[in-house]
């Protein structure tokens, strides 16, 4: 069974709209943390937020925020105001302490388009 | 600090050459992985480490090695290259403290043929 699902394959919106991109996961923990990449054209992973099970806080960053909810097992990324150069594909991750939280286990991205 | 770098950026092999792939970190780093990733698959853990002299299999161990002799350098050997191996690797680190998040490489692009 995928422990993180990443439903949306490709995204396609047009500069300026707002995009959420979606994550669940699956865990038995009750101690893990959550991250999200992005990975640009270029190819390099990019490390974007980190999320401790115990923190389900929202958190904004400029244009970015995350929405953690446990009860749904969710952690949806949104982008405000798109802008051409958050075309990327984004990865969400778990990390659990049964490999003693030295396992990413990625979601299969998500591709984002964002067009002029 | 030039984080974590990665030889070769590509590399095309022939079925059954053997090769390896480096990987040298200069953050001090005490954990190192290698990952690989396939359209559609997200990436996969091959190997990690949690220090020099210890390593441990990933998800995807099958057809390479791997040893790390000093804290800088975990590199990724394949014995005998196979056309499934073809992907693109990436190699991390992450410094002690399980929240920590890891810092990727750049990327080796193989393709066996």
């Known amino acids: 069974a995928q422990k993180v699902t990443q439903a949306q394959t490709e995204i396609s919106v047009v500069e300026k709209e707002d995009v959420t991109l979606d994550c669940v996961y699956e865990?038995?923990?009750?101690?893990?943390?959550l991250f999200w990449y992005k990975q640009p054209p270029s190819g390099e992973l990019v490390f974007l937020i980190r999320?401790?099970?115990?923190?389900?806080q929202n958190e904004i960053s400029g244009r970015y925020s995350w929405n953690f909810q446990k009860s749904t097992s969710s952690f949806n990324f949104t982008i405000t105001a798109s802008q051409v150069v958050d075309s990327a594909v984004y990865f969400c991750?778990?990390?659990?302490?049964?490999?003693?939280?030295?396992?990413?286990?990625f979601g299969a991205g998500t591709r984002l388009a964002v067009h002029p | 600090n030039a984080g974590v770098t990665q030889t070769p950026k590509f590399q095309v092999l022939k079925t059954g050459q053997s090769m390896t792939l480096q990987c040298a970190q200069d953050?001090?780093?005490?954990?190192m992985s290698w990952y690989r990733q396939d359209p559609g698959m997200g990436l996969r853990l091959i190997h990690y480490?949690?220090?020099?002299?210890?390593?441990d299999q990933g998800e995807v161990p099958n057809g390479y090695n791997v040893s790390r002799s000093t804290t800088e350098d975990f590199p990724l050997r394949l014995l005998s290259a196979a056309p499934s191996q073809t992907s693109v690797y990436f190699c991390?680190?992450?410094?002690?403290?399980?929240?920590?998040?890891?810092?990727f490489g750049p990327g080796t692009r193989l393709t066996v043929l």
């Open positions: 991390a680190s992450r410094s002690q403290g399980t929240y920590n998040e890891q810092f």
């Open positions: 865990t038995r923990d009750t101690t893990y943390y």
């Open positions: 999320r401790n099970s115990f923190d389900e």
């Open positions: 991750a778990l990390s659990e302490p049964e490999s003693g939280y030295n396992k990413l286990i």
């Open positions: 953050m001090n780093h005490e954990y």
């Open positions: 480490s949690v220090g020099a002299g210890i390593t």
